[in-house]
């Protein structure tokens, strides 16, 4: 029953020979791989505002040139990526780059920098395209849907996560609707809102309830600074197609490359353009009505209507693909962690449809936490964002300058420069963003970077020192064949009592004892009498227990015995009737269970469990 | 560290033989098998009086009446339970008896009812205590501590819980103090209120709050009976003494009897003193201050003062006594249906400190979730309590009429005609309780009944089939000694595989197969170059599985080996590192776990564990 519940929410199991790679064109790839970077420009300029906000309506103004000095910083990025992608064709994450070239501690970090983001990715898109959805709603006179933002979260993380289980084999179309539909109307929505502020046709934003106002610190270099770290989300997801570069078609890193130009340009574009936007025409975030500064923009350039709807079903549609990106990325990384043995080796197990399921699990779970812990509010949740993305940045640019430097390929010295370049802009973004984040959040994902890392070594070295016990290079040559003496644990004379005892005479002919344990004298009694007819060529030996405990006169007699005959092999057979029905195990007490692992992982006894099936 | 946690909660285990039967007089007793049924004057006027209430004030008058019924009805039944005691001086509860007499079907019924019942009597009673500490709290100045209700409740619940999981052995004295103390109590509040009222000194209770009058029903016979079912809550646990006369000091049947009438005329006198003296003096269940009836009373007669703590605080300690009863009752009447198999056996095996410690967590669960539920609120209750009381009151005088005409003792026709006024009794009031409480929650105990019996039924028909299957009189002559084949699984070339080679090469000498299932066939060719250096003799045979299952493919080949050599006892080998510690088990596949169930239960296959214990 279990197992057909199973197969309808995931469905058949798929053979492992039927694992393909669909080869992408540029044209899909970027929908592919571009939802996530695209889809922070959902966010990132109300991001940036939230916080100008606080230093008066005044500070508003500054949006812009910070809008542009990240899309600045996001240009150098990409160019530098470029770089990895044409060093690393097969795929250039920051674990793989850092690991390499600047060792297993760096490498460790920026796998742990990323997986916290990747939780982050999907909480914050999710959130966010609840919040394209929840503000739609609000201007088609239903606002009372904002108050289950949570609710509506958490299925979407269900749904995405299934889908994911299913494994996503469609993926090439199912992305490129969305991600071109949401390309071509925010473009849209940029040159219309410029022609109609041009022409004085577009008029502000008008509130339903007007926002507050909450000039509470002065406007300074600090404020500044904090704005520019709030929008620098917009940056998160460009590291995206370096990962990816296998899926494209040949030549893989040259296509890749264009991708990524064409990504950032687009970006870039709309990035700059929202957030032009929102200067001229006042949009203002508003925690009264939770709309959102591109739900206003667009109600405000296109009118409440089909093309307003559109936009909106779009900005939601891209944020759940851009969170379906980490469902791809974190479980992949996950099980390149476990494959070096740093995360459980269940993370680089493939289940029934061929996806990485433990992975694809532990994310929806961590996502779900923070979607409930920040209640869908994804503008809060963003001071922990980003700091893995920078921290990620830093140390794969680091490890592009040291694989320069080792390499010394055609053209060294220009990647070395551009590599340099990044590294060192993304490094004092990183220092940036963890001084102004620090009290608002970021303090966790600091601590939490370093814990990981330890846990990461932890688990390395259990897995190295089993791997050193397991070893044959200090095996002694097999020992030479032993008599084997036979334990037979009885609970009384009945059927299933009978083949483990025939079983335990066909392996040691001449040295098999039954044991039981005195737990109810009566019902000993019954034993004893009853032995003679069906076992009486074994010895019987009944232990005493106290304490009613089944486990320690058992351990104690086996110690004895295997001091006795400490030249034989020592085996103790547990007869076990198994009923017809799963259920019924309930009925039954879990003594079999119990006493195994008793026997195998406290006295590392040889265990033979012998069942006996009952029919119904 | 999970066994220390253990032994901090519920102490050292006790040995079997320290099991003792204390042996009480006549005045212990009566504080120990009394506190269930004298406490329900803590609430059984109060609900009289909730449901007058809905009459309009002029209704209330009819309480005293009403309650004049009920101690009749008391007396009659305490009458008839005297002739069960002597009938069954072992002990007659409810169950045997009515199994006894009228069989099977009647007898689970009864127990049935009795289950429910013990689950409200501590829902019931932790909540009518709390609500004296609150009602105590409300009049010293705190009246917040209300609003904690269902938090201290549950807090009692687990201390009562924990109590009983230790095992009270001191239960004469920890009973007497409080009991007492509550019975002068009470008995001093009536005098001195009937005392002040005939000397015109005690006023009319002053409530802190006007209760609401919501006179919304006419007063009518439908309107009386109901307040009459109401209060014959005040009748729960007459019965305790009869299940517990093995405790008594011998004669035990004697001493059990004259306990029994000093506590109806106890609880009698308390009854009708407490419900004369809120008609005389205007107590009325108050929904604002949530203010107990008995508690209006006692601060009106003493003044909010020392004696009146004292009462409110003997009422509480009173009614956890009575959740400590069914704390008593309900384990011990589970054992008695598992030992007649109609309860899963763990009910029936002691733990570590001799209690039943399974039925005290199941009684501990429900209970709590009732608390949960109903919010602590023991009037809301009490439509659910009493008609299993009632039920098993009317089985059990059924049962000793059918005693009486059968075995014709001296005397008898005496003894038939009172248990069998009692059984109309009863059986009348049971119908009106059915009938008047049906819609307000009484339909779910009415549902519920039946369904626990079937579970009973169908329990007992799976042990049935159990012991059948077991039973020896239907096996064949032991089979004689058989040829051994041994198939090894092997998931690499390592320490923990040599072991379980040599032990299947000792026991099967000429015919061990090694087998291992190829889900990686890197891995595979590695197993392969290794295999000739240590396990040559022996021949590796590689399943393919295109699922990446291992089970499945296994399965089939161990049907396939069987048919081949099925004179043979096959015996699948499992080596099986174990790891140093607990945890380290969480990053390692469960792979031993998954096999030995799928091999034992689906297949019915022989298993042999073999560990390999890691030293660090």
Known sequence: MASSFKRLLIGKPIATEHQHHERLNKVTALAVFSSDALSSVAYATEAILAVLLLGGASALGLGLPIAGGISFLLVVVAISYRQTIHAYPNGGGAYIVAHENLGQLPGLIAAAALLIDYVLTVAVSISAGVAAITSLAGN?????????????????????????????????????????????????????????????????VVQSIEPELHAGEALGLWLVLRAFAAGCTALTGVEAISNGIPAFKQPEAKNAATTLSWMVGILGTMFLGITWLADRLSAIPNEATHETIVSQIARTTFGVGPVYTVIQVATALILVLAANTAYADFPRLASLLARDRFLPRQFSSRGDRLVFSNGILVLSLFAAGLVVYFRANEIAMLPLYAIGVFLSFTLSQGGMVLHHLREKETGWRTGLSINGLGAVLTGVVLVVLAVTKFTHGAWAVLVLIPLLVLIFQAIHTHYVRVAEQLSLTTADKPQPLRRLTAVVLVSGVHKGTLPALQIAKSLAPDNVTAVTINLDPEHIEKIRA??????????????????????????????????????????????????????EHLLHNQTGLILRTALMFRAGKTVISVPYKLER
Chains 1, 2 share one sequence.
């Open 530 to 583: 009853r032995w003679c007819d069906w076992g009486c060529d074994v010895p019987l030996v009944v232990l005493e227990s106290p304490y009613r405990s089944l486990i320690s006169p058992l351990l104690k007699y086996l110690e004895e015995i295997g001091s006795r005959y400490k030249d034989d092999e020592l085996m103790v057979i547990l007869p076990e009737f198994v009923p017809a029905h799963w259920w």
């Open 140 to 204: 088609w006179g239903a606002p009372w849907l904002a108050s289950y933002a949570v609710e509506i979260a958490l299925l979407c993380i269900l749904i995405v996560g299934l889908a994911n289980l299913r494994g996503v084999k469609e993926s090439g179309a199912v992305f490129a609707v969305p991600t071109y539909v949401f390309i071509v109307g925010i473009l849209a929505m940029i040159a219309w809102g410029v022609a109609g502020i041009f022409l004085g046709t577009t008029q502000p």
